[in-house]
Structure formats: C-alpha cells, structure tokens
Nanobody, 126 residues
Framework: QVQFVESGGGLVQPGGSLRLSCTASGITLENYVIGWFRQARGKEREVVSC????????AVANSVKDRFTMSVDNANNMAYLQMNSLQPEDPGVYYCAIGQIRRGRGCFVDPAQPRWGQGTQVTVSS
C-alpha cells in the first residue's frame, strides 16, 4: 500500500549540487516523520535529515549540516533533498522512508513501519 520512489541522483563533481525527489503513494507525508537516509557500499545506513511536519521538528546529521536541506511539499505529497557542496564522503544510495525523531536518538527509520523505495544513487568524483 505504501510506496516511495526516489529519483534525482547521479554523478557530480566535488562541490556540485543535486536535488533528490521522493514521490509517495499510500501515505500522506505531512502526517508522518519523513526522512532521507543513505547507505554507502560496505557501510551502515545513516540518517541524512528528517522532517516532522505536524510537530515542526527537523533533524539533520552533523555531517551534512549547512549543506543539505530537506523539504516536504504537502500539496504534491513529495519530499526533496537539496544537496549542495557535495563531498567525497557523501556518495551512496539515498532513500526516503518513514522515520521517528526522539530526544537523545535523533532520527531513525521507524521499526514499526519499515517503508522505503529502491533508492537513488549519488556518486561524487573528480
């Protein structure tokens, strides 16, 4: 019932920018915590940023703070991740998913609702 489709990834040089999109069906994004997560080859999945539209809460990973900006378009039921000043440590498959935000834990994938799409590949190279 719930489906996410990520797009917008690609190859970019260090310092470049990408805008990722997440289209959702079977879920109204503004009623959930929605997050962008990434996973590089051989590494654990990590949070990039999450937005709780109802509670006006935002969580951003320190590694991307001031470089990436997440937004949710409630009218079109889409989420975006604007990625600026991309660095070699940013590559991986980026996913959008339902998340949770908790004090002391930051944002993480909701274990009760493990929903995400196929992801979109981001590669940063000179």
């Amino acid at each position: 019932q719930v489906q996410f489709v990520e797009s917008g990834g690609g190859l970019v040089q260090p310092g470049g920018s990408l805008r990722l999109s997440c289209t959702a069906s079977g879920i109204t994004l503004e009623n959930y915590v929605i997050g962008w997560f990434r996973q590089a080859r051989g590494k654990e999945r990590e949070v990039v940023s999450c937005v709780d539209s109802l509670e006006h809460k935002t969580a951003v990973a320190n590694s991307v703070k001031d470089r990436f900006t997440m937004s949710v378009d409630n009218a079109n039921n889409m989420a975006y991740l604007q990625m600026n000043s991309l660095q070699p440590e940013d590559p991986g498959v980026y996913y959008c998913a339902i998340g949770q935000i908790r004090r002391g834990r930051g944002c993480f994938v909701d274990p009760a609702q493990p929903r995400w799409g196929q992801g979109t590949q981001v590669t940063v190279s000179s």
